[in-house]
């Protein structure tokens, strides 16, 4: 009588930690959906301002995010199917690719962490010489329409003022057509209006487009850490789970 019970209880905990790797299943895939998510959405919607970093830490962040997110999927079908088949052979598998996911997710974290504390010396040292070497130069168009984005989109003009264009190799050339700063710095964007850099007409933002460049970074940094650690803290209950189901399945006689 007592062997009975000790079988149906075993059979019993076995069924609740399928259930349970079930349930961390889904959440594992709306987990993968979310970093995948942040990864393509900084790639596509903030890829123009990439070119004026010094740095590929950023972009190198969000594609590895693109990686574990993508592999998630993949992931969590061969999880169902090692659930489903009760196979030590797939649990295995699964396990190390949750191993390795974890893993993936981490550096990630760790990457957007690490770079998050030297974005404003990295800007501070870089993005003015970026924009006045740089801007309207042959072969940097890339970064021309950066620059021209960046200062329309927060409003700024120049890396820390206006008159930081006032040593830009564009403005000091006889292409500028007598510009005192780039027609993005307008309010209102009509031909030749960089000639003019009275407020009323230009951007005048404290701290310049370093400071809204810089929160603006930052605060994206600090989403893909904190989903690539909070996903791979999820990941380390399936693998707890993923090795009590082998444990069972091992024990199992049958």
């Known amino acids: 009588m007592s062997a009975a ?5 075993e059979d019993w905990l076995t069924v609740c930690l399928k259930y349970l790797l079930f349930v961390f299943n889904f959440l594992f895939w709306v987990g993968g959906a979310a970093v995948l998510g942040v990864g393509v959405w900084t790639m596509v919607e903030k890829s123009n301002y990439l070119s004026l970093l010094a740095s590929s830490t950023f972009a190198v962040s969000a594609y590895i995010l693109i990686l574990a997110g993508s592999l998630v999927v993949v992931t969590g079908f061969l999880g169902c199917c090692a659930v489903i088949r009760e196979q030590r052979s797939c649990l295995s ?47 940097k168009e890339t970064i021309t329409a950066a620059v021209d984005r960046l200062q329309q989109d927060f409003k700024c003009c120049g890396s820390n003022n206006s008159q930081d264009w006032m040593l830009s190799v564009y403005i000091r050339s006889e292409e500028s057509g007598s510009r005192v700063v780039p027609d993005s710095c307008c309010k209102t964007i009509t031909p030749d209006c960089g000639r003019r850099d009275h407020p009323s007409n230009i951007y005048k933002v404290e701290g310049g487009c370093i400071t809204k460049l810089e929160q603006f970074l930052a605060d994206h940094l600090l989403v893909i850490g904190a989903v690539g650690i909070g996903v791979a803290c999820l990941q380390i209950c399936g693998m707890v789970f993923t090795c009590c189901l082998h444990r069972r399945i091992r024990m199992d006689p049958y």
């Open 93 to 139: 598998m699964y396990f190390f690719l949750l191993l390795l996911i974890f893993l993936i997710e981490l550096v990630a974290g760790v990457l957007a962490y690490v770079y998050y504390q030297r974005l404003s010396d990295e800007l501070k040292e870089h993005l003015n010489q970026t924009m006045t070497e740089n801007y309207a130069q042959q072969g």
């Open 5 to 9: 019970y000790k079988e149906d209880e």
